[in-house]
């Protein structure tokens, strides 16, 4: 039996026992947005997946402590070392402070992941808060030797870093290669060569973001901020780094180079991407307009959607498939998925009411419960086997099966022993709601509920059945809701203490 988490580390290319650095503790960062737009469902799938490794790693019993970034300055419009601040941008177009925009934007992110049920990090760091940090570790590089400065700005020697150090180990470039692939460096004269990547940029006059340092009024370049934050909160070697698999080059590369360069340690054990989700097969970006926004998804609101779907059916719709293997966004495969979180979730109501009972005539049956252990093996197997949610998902099934044949009466609960049946149950509800995270998704218009229970309030007065109209009464009032006889109605009230 596969009980032991494996995870497929981006680094060695390989799946591998998970093996934290310093069990039960586990430091994970996970790169976050940049606050300068809406957070469209391309981006919320990646923060899922990583809430799912969350979730799954804390129910194993480890003790995560989750770092989950903001990035507010330096990354710039081209993802590389030119172009405006994607926040400055904004800012000058909306003629706001950048840090209205960042507050706007991250107000928006922590919006979105709530409605998702995506957890919250233990600590969300921010680059314009680490500034100092990062002047040191800028520092730091220039001293070693693999960092250099020209005109105020301070840029990362790779082809030095290289002669000591394997530049491109996590996204299998070839230094070489990359250069001969870089003919000019674009207007980037400064730079000693193409690759080298910048650690701090000089602020021409009309960049509102700026900072004081050794070598400039200016800010730093993006890829420092997550070696900064993630070393300072977890420590020069830590367990898991994430991020989408775009980030994988070159952010993530330049990460390490800057980490190792500093410190002399690689930095990260285990390296976890989650895969894009995509639109006709096309990586769902905002660039490329073929990205939607949450609320766009709750309304049907988008020229791409047939109709409106709730978050949980979207949770549900992408935890469907492993977070390593790209998502392709459809109608139908929503349609389904709409179905399919339904019929789990009325499991999980029906796992909460279901009571054991005995019966007299029925006795245990061994191969009874060892099915239902053998299911429950299926659902760690395929949550150790890399956090295969999809896998997973075809196995709490084959529990909700059981589950349902309780209910119809078809197995009897004798059958399971009571040791059994509420293992059943509480594996049904944990692995739903705890791991997966997904909630029931509670009828919103409570008049409407309460306008039938008065129906039948109505209809009991009218027969004169008074112990019905009593018993109604008394357990909406367990409810806080009052009823009230009018004269040619009934209305109702929440109860006042
Ligand atoms: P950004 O705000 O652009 O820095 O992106 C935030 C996170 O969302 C990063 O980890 C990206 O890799 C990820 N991301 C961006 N587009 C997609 C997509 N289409 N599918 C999955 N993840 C994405
Ligand atoms: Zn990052």
């Known amino acids: 039996m596969q009980n032991q988490l494996r995870v497929y580390n981006s680094l060695s290319k390989k799946k591998e026992i998970f093996e934290p650095i310093n069990p039960p503790f586990v430091g994970m960062y996970v790169c976050g947005p940049t606050v ?60 706001l402070e950048p840090m209205e925009i960042v507050q706007r934007y991250t107000n928006d992110f922590h919006r979105v992941t709530a409605q998702f049920n995506i957890l919250d990090p233990d600590i969300e760091p921010s680059a314009t808060g680490h500034i100092q940090e990062q002047i040191k570790m800028i520092e730091t590089l220039i001293e070693k030797g693999f960092a250099y400065e020209v005109n105020g700005s301070v840029y990362f020697d790779v082809s030095k870093y290289n002669e000591t150090e394997k530049y491109g180990i996590l996204s299998g470039r070839v230094l070489e290669e990359l250069m001969a692939g870089s003919r000019t460096l674009d207007g980037q004269e400064e730079k000693r060569n193409s690759v080298d990547f910048a650690l701090w940029k000089k602020a021409s006059p009309a960049h509102i973001m700026r900072w004081k340092s050794p070598w400039s009024i200016g800010f730093p370049g993006w890829h420092l901020e997550c070696s900064v934050m993630s070393t300072k909160y977890l420590g020069n070697a830590f367990d898991i780094h994430g991020g989408g698999m775009d980030l994988k080059f070159p952010h993530h590369e330049c990460e390490i180079a800057q980490c190792v360069g500093a410190t002399g340690k ?62 392709d966004f459809s109608n139908d495969a929503l349609k389904a998925a709409a179905k399919g979180y339904k019929k789990m979730i009325n499991g999980l109501v029906l796992a909460k009411q279901l009571k054991f009972h005995e019966d007299a005539s029925v006795e245990m049956q061994e191969k009874t419960i060892e099915q239902i252990k053998g299911i429950i093996d299926n ?60 909630q029931e998704e509670k009828p ?16 009991a007065k009218s027969a004169k059945d008074y112990e019905q109209v009593d018993a109604i009464r008394a357990s909406l009032k367990s409810h806080g809701v009052v009823l009230k006889d009018m004269k040619e109605t009934v209305g109702w009230a929440y109860e006042e203490l």
């Not at 660039?287 to 949980?312: R, T, V």
């Not at 609960?413 to 997904?438: A, N, R």
């Open 36 to 95: 300068y737009s809406d957070v469209h469902l391309g981006n919320v799938r990646t923060f899922l997946s990583f809430d799912i490794i969350y979730r799954y790693l804390k129910h194993l019993g480890f003790k995560v402590r989750y770092v989950r970034n903001i990035t507010d300055v330096g990354h710039l419009e081209s993802d590389s070392d030119d172009g405006e601040d994607k926040i400055g941008k904004k800012a000058k177009l909306e003629n």
């Open 266 to 327: 690689q930095p990260v054990k285990y390296w976890l991407h989650a895969n894009m989700l995509t639109v006709n097969g096309q990586k769902m970006s905002k660039s490329l307009g073929n990205s939607f926004l949450p609320h766009e998804l709750f309304a049907g609101s988008h020229d791409l959607l047939k109709e409106p779907y709730s978050p949980m059916t979207v949770r549900f719709f992408m935890l469907q498939s492993h977070y390593s293997s790209t998502l």
């Open 379 to 438: 659902c760690y197997r395929a949550l150790n086997d890399d956090f295969n949610t999809a896998q997973a998902i075809a196995q709490i099934f084959n529990l909700l099966k059981k589950i349902n044949s309780i209910a119809t009466g078809n197995l009897k609960c004798s059958e399971l022993g009571k040791e059994t049946f509420d293992l059943l149950m509480s594996t049904y509800v944990t692995l739903v709601e705890d791991v997966l995270g997904l």
């Open 444 to 459: 919103s218009n409570i008049s409407g509920m309460i306008d039938i229970i008065i129906d039948l309030y109505k209809k």
